[in-house]
Nanobody, 114 residues
Framework: QVQFVESGGGLVQPGGSLRLSCAHS????????MGWYRQAPGKQRELVAS???????NYADFVKGRFTISRDNAKNTLYLQMNNLTPEDTAVYYC????????WGQGTQVTVSS
């Protein structure tokens, strides 16, 4: 059973940056697309960015040009570099497998506020 452990969230001012990490237990996941999701209070969880085994990364329109997804398969870790954060980015961020969702981790809270 795959497990995800997200980290790197915190409180940051508008315009600031954070780098999220997602450590996962499945070495075989290197052959799968992986994605970052977020859920803001009172809203549904949404896909923020995804990265395939090979090919082009994909981003939701609301983060294009600000967020960068990457992966280190040797470390079984997924990353999300977030720049120029806005209060609308405040949410709990999760990682998962877009093509076959597994159990969600605990997520990491990102709060953007002055």
């Amino acid at each position: 059973q795959v497990q995800f452990v997200e980290s790197g969230g915190g409180l940051v001012q508008p315009g600031g940056s954070l780098r999220l990490s997602c450590a996962h237990s499945g070495g075989f996941l290197r052959f799968f697309s992986m994605g970052w999701y977020r859920q803001a209070p009172g809203k549904q969880r949404e896909l923020v960015a995804s990265i395939p085994y090979v090919g082009r990364t994909n981003y939701a329109d609301f983060v294009k040009g600000r967020f960068t997804i990457s992966r280190d398969n040797a470390k079984n870790t997924l990353y999300l570099q977030m720049n120029n954060l806005t209060p609308e980015d405040t949410a709990v961020y999760y990682c998962n497998i877009p093509e076959e969702l597994a159990a969600w981790g605990q997520g990491t809270q990102v709060t953007v506020s002055s």
